[in-house]
């Protein structure tokens, strides 16, 4: 197929009544994601080891990348959306739940197969423990993800029974009484961890709200949401981060907190107010197909995109300290360089994929893929086979 006509050739075979928005959202969902990983994640060389830092330690003023680039309520969101709307017309539960977890578990296995291997080698090659130790925590911090996706994904048709838009409200409440008890009266933090499921089931189940047609009023949701989100940070103590940065005390994303509840929140309503500039935009072909790709790979990025980071970190790290790659991030000079090693990164990414792509899928071409009719799912394991 060439390079030149696959665009006219994906606008072809997608089905006129392909909702393109909730694709172009989950596309942008994995890019912020991806970037914003890429951007906050350094690491640093010293005696001869590899430590994880981050620039938003030593630089506040970068903070705000993390309000563009943490997505991960547009996934959810998406994921209850598409998942709604394939249970909808799926033959039974079971094997509907079957067949989504066998397309989340086997791109990890893939993963957990690939680092098996990868980690003996730079054992072999003298890696020190304390290294050894940052890159797999880097690799598999991902999985968390996967995990609570598997899980609300079970709970589909649950969600699906209950009055969905009055579900998320009271959701939010848990996550209030939960930061209430752990940070207001010094309860056990373990408890934070409730938060885990009942923070990110508040997009999902709007997903699913959304999917049977309830009116969710975006702009209201939007500006509601940000303003909770600016009361939280200003005078309740939480973080104005909404990732977790090395040697802070208290993290917005682990566990969930809720500040970052009301900024997914916030999230929610911004997604649904650009639907329609973004059907729009998907509507030309190179778009699309710029969206489509991605969707097509999204939970193969998702998982590989930083081990992508550490291919091109442990490869250059024999050639000394290189700005932006092994320096510590206590400076601009440091983000720019940083930024000039995004393309970089990009093509070690798409290599990975392309490889694991591979052994992640089943034999079927993307043309017949692509023809199938429905909504891609937000774990991107199925791309456009039709959520």
Do not use: K
């Not at 072809?12 to 989950?26: E, I, Q, S």
């Not at 970068?62 to 997505?71: A, D, E, G, N």
């Not at 197909?289 to 998702?302: D, E, K, P, R």
């Amino acid at each position: 197929m060439s390079v030149l006509t696959l665009p006219s050739r994906i606008e072809a075979a997608t089905p006129a009544g392909r909702d393109r928005a909730v694709d172009a959202l989950r596309a942008l969902a994995i890019l912020g994601v991806v970037l914003g990983h890429w951007l906050v994640t350094a690491f640093v060389a010293a005696d001869g080891e590899l430590r994880v830092a981050s620039p938003l330690s030593s630089q506040p003023l970068f903070i705000p990348v993390s309000w563009l680039l943490q997505t991960l309520a547009v996934f959810f969101l998406v994921g209850g959306y598409a998942a709604a709307r394939s249970l909808a017309s799926a033959p039974g539960y079971r094997s509907w739940l079957r067949a989504r977890l066998v397309r989340l578990v086997r791109p990890i296995l893939v993963l957990l197969g690939f680092w098996a291997v990868a980690g003996s080698t730079l054992d072999s090659l003298g890696l020190s423990d304390r290294s050894m130790h940052s890159l797999r925590s880097i690799v598999l911090s991902p999985l968390w993800f996967v995990a609570v996706y598997a899980v609300l994904t079970a709970l589909t048709p649950v969600v699906a029974a209950i009055r969905r838009y009055h579900l998320a409200p009271a959701l939010v409440g848990v996550v209030a009484m939960v930061d209430l008890v752990r940070f207001g009266l010094h309860g056990p933090a373990w408890l934070g961890w409730i938060n885990l499921l009942a923070g990110w089931l508040v997009p999902y189940c709007l997903g699913v709200a959304w999917a049977a047609g309830a009116r969710l009023r975006p702009a209201a949701l939007l500006i509601g949401a940000a303003a909770a989100t600016a009361v939280l940070v200003h005078w309740c103590g939480y973080p104005a981060s909404m990732v977790g940065v090395p040697g802070d005390g208290r993290s917005n994303l682990s566990p969930p907190a809720l500040a970052a509840v009301t900024f997914g929140l916030a999230q929610v309503g911004l997604a649904l107010l650009l639907r329609g500039p973004l059907t729009r935009l998907a509507r030309r072909p190179l778009a699309w197909a710029g969206v489509a790709l991605v969707n097509l790979a999204a939970m193969t990025i998702f998982l590989w995109h930083q081990t992508a980071l550490i291919a091109v970190t442990t490869f250059a790290f024999g050639y000394g300290r290189l700005p932006g790659l092994h320096t510590p991030p206590v400076d601009v000079s440091w983000v720019l360089h940083r930024l000039a090693w995004l393309p970089v990164f990009a093509l070690a990414l798409a290599g990975l994929v392309a490889l694991a792509h591979r052994f992640e899928r089943a034999t079927t071409p993307s043309g017949a893929r692509l023809r199938r009719h429905g909504n891609m799912d937000a774990d991107g394991a199925r791309g456009m086979t039709g959520g």
